[in-house]
Antibody, heavy 119, light 108 residues
């Protein structure tokens, strides 16, 4: 399972880190993703990291502001979000990939974490 | 970036009837398309992958199929727990793994 923590409310321009603790599977052999859900854009694939942490993807909307990392020894995924804007508000889901990187389905989702950015 | 168009946006169906949901891709995704079910206040749950591969726990009344660039999710004999929002997602040419806008299945 994937258990998320962090999130909450922050002022525009601020920072926040959310994390995802994995259990019940071999974390180090699976790519991981963050997908956010907003009323305006629906489900948006925000960021991904390969199983070994070498390959990292960011959506254009967050590149340069968000940093994704993973600790395979502790089975934890982190997303540090900086320079937050109102458009970053939404529910963020940690998602497990069924493979190490690319062309595999996303097969397990965390419970979601609400991020609320105010002006 | 591959765009997925789901139709209809809302589908009103009576319990026990069949629901047919469509997802059309703007370019080839091969069979690398998944269907998710999301109930209010919950995370999405994987139903199908590879177009028609049933995920663990997906009831047999659900089926997935593909015809060219159009993928279809069919729910036979709709049960009360099936009323939810359904999303398709392509994982063929990610990043990004784009999602459709969803089809809401509600009670007629």
């Amino acid at each position: 399972q994937l258990v998320q923590s962090g999130g909450g409310s922050v002022r525009s321009g601020g920072s926040l880190t959310i994390s995802c603790s994995a259990s019940g599977f071999t974390f180090s052999v699976h790519a991981m993703h963050w997908v956010r859900q907003t009323p305006r854009k629906g489900l948006e694939h925000v960021s991904s990291i390969s199983s070994d942490g070498v390959n990292i993807f960011y959506a254009d909307s967050v590149r340069g502001r968000f940093t994704l990392s993973r600790d395979n020894a502790r089975n934890i995924l982190f997303l540090h979000m900086g320079s937050l804007g109102l458009e970053d508000s939404g529910v963020y889901f940690c998602v497990k990939d069924s493979g190490p990187f690319k062309v595999h389905p996303f097969d397990l989702w965390g419970q979601g974490t609400l991020v609320s950015v105010s002006s | 970036e591959t765009v997925l168009t789901q139709s209809p946006p809302t589908l009103s169906v009576s319990p026990g009837e069949r629901a047919t949901l469509s997802c059309r891709a703007s370019q080839s995704v091969n069979n690398n398309l998944a269907w998710f079910q999301q109930k209010l206040g919950q995370a999405p749950r994987l139903l199908f992958y590879g177009g028609s591969g049933r995920a663990t726990g997906t009831p047999a009344r659900f089926s997935g199929s593909r015809s060219g660039s159009e993928f279809t999710l069919t729910i036979d004999n709709l049960q009360p727990e099936d009323f939810a929002v359904y999303y398709c997602q392509q994982y063929n040419d990610w990043p990004p793994g784009t999602f459709g806008q969803g089809t809401r299945v509600d009670v007629k």
